[in-house]
């Protein structure tokens, strides 16, 4: 052989996959799914976001965290070649369906081809007793998510074909980590310099918010919080733990209802809905107050271009990308405002062509 080859490969097994020492720490924030609650309209993925991590020589893709994961998170995830077994970890804000029906798509596939591991952290609040006194448990969740495989069959026939797959189905490839959601910042996920923080918010029983804060800046998820005060008169629609975690957050992304939407306006909304819902006008607000740089609006209630919202009507007419901007206009917030559709992504720092 060539000894020349010989140095080129041991070259490249020693630096190829690595990136250099001086390479810049980068963060990207994708939204995986902009759907706002329960419906499916026009070919939208319900809600969740991406958070990658790296620098210029991995494409900011060392550390992959997503957050929620509705409807169709599998399909987003693959237009930009993040497979499910590539996720570090999966963190949930709450237990509704719209955050997270595509979870079990998720695990199923990533036991169907990664059943050798390694193991992913699921991240969420523990079981939490409703007022009403039945129990929220995202543990149960995600330790059942294969059952119904499992009682159809298909995880015995799929292991008889390929033995290296759990035989107790993708269960077996998570690593619940639960937290008691608290009213200050509390570390929940850590790997290397990315660190994840969590704080409690309203919405339902054992709602959560999440920090993710890395060398190359800072981003806020904060699913679907408001206010903990469930109806006027409060002063903001807004979530006060999620503005104490978002100080000096590089970026917010949230959910969102528009104030046309509001029960007076004869949109058929009840007012517990809307009033569980942070507007856009108030996010705007909380984002000029915490110094953000850039405000991602995500489950959108009502999506863009929908005559209705599931069962409630838009007063008015459908809603364009422009109407979310004049209800955040008022706010006098300055930054970057993203009105939220699938796979819109936000870079820090941002590359030479974004600027
Ligand atoms: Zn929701």
Not at 238 to 261: C, F, N, W, Y
Not at 290 to 317: C, D
Request: hydrophobic fraction near 35%.
């Amino acid at each position: 052989m060539n000894p020349y080859l010989i140095v080129v490969a041991l070259v490249c097994f020693s630096s190829c996959a690595i990136p250099s020492a001086n390479a810049a720490p980068c963060l990207v924030v994708t939204l995986t799914g902009t759907q706002g609650g329960p419906p499916a309209f026009n070919g939208l993925a319900g809600s969740g976001t991406l958070v990658r991590y790296g620098d210029d020589g991995n494409d900011c893709g060392n550390v992959k965290l997503q957050f929620d994961a509705g409807r169709g998170t599998s399909m987003r995830l693959s237009q930009i070649s993040v497979q499910p077994g590539q996720l570090s970890a999966i963190f949930f804000t709450h237990v509704h369906s719209d955050h997270t029906d595509g979870f079990g798509d998720l695990m199923q596939l990533r036991w169907f081809y990664n059943s050798e591991g390694p193991r992913i952290d699921v991240v969420c609040s523990s079981d939490t007793a409703s007022p009403r006194g039945f129990a929220l448990s995202c543990n149960k969740f995600a330790m059942h998510i294969g059952d119904a495989f499992l009682q159809s069959g298909e995880i015995a026939q799929r292991h008889s074909e390929n033995e290296k797959r759990l035989p107790r189905g993708p269960s077996g490839l998570i690593n619940v980590v639960t937290f008691e959601p608290r009213n200050e910042p509390q570390v929940v996920w850590s790997a290397g310099d990315v660190k994840v923080s969590a704080i409690r918010s309203m919405h339902i029983a054992g709602h959560a918010s999440y920090r993710v804060d890395t060398p190359a800046g800072s981003v806020v998820v904060g699913g679907d919080a408001s206010n903990d005060v469930a109806a006027p008169p409060r002063a903001s629609s807004t979530s006060d733990q999620v503005e104490r975690l978002a100080k000096g957050a590089d970026v917010i992304v949230h959910s969102t209802v528009h104030p046309v939407m509001a029960p007076e306006r004869g949109s058929g909304m009840p007012s517990s809905s809307f009033h569980r819902q942070s507007t856009a006008g108030d996010l705007g607000a909380m984002a000029k107050r915490t110094g953000a740089r850039h405000l991602m609006l995500t489950h959108l209630i009502p999506s863009i271009g929908a005559e209705r919202h599931g069962g409630w009507k838009v007063p008015g007419g459908p809603l364009t990308a422009d109407d979310y901007r004049k209800a955040v206009e008022p706010s006098g917030f300055a930054g970057n405002l993203v009105v939220g559709t699938d796979l819109a992504s936000v870079r820090l720092p941002a590359t030479a062509a974004q600027r």
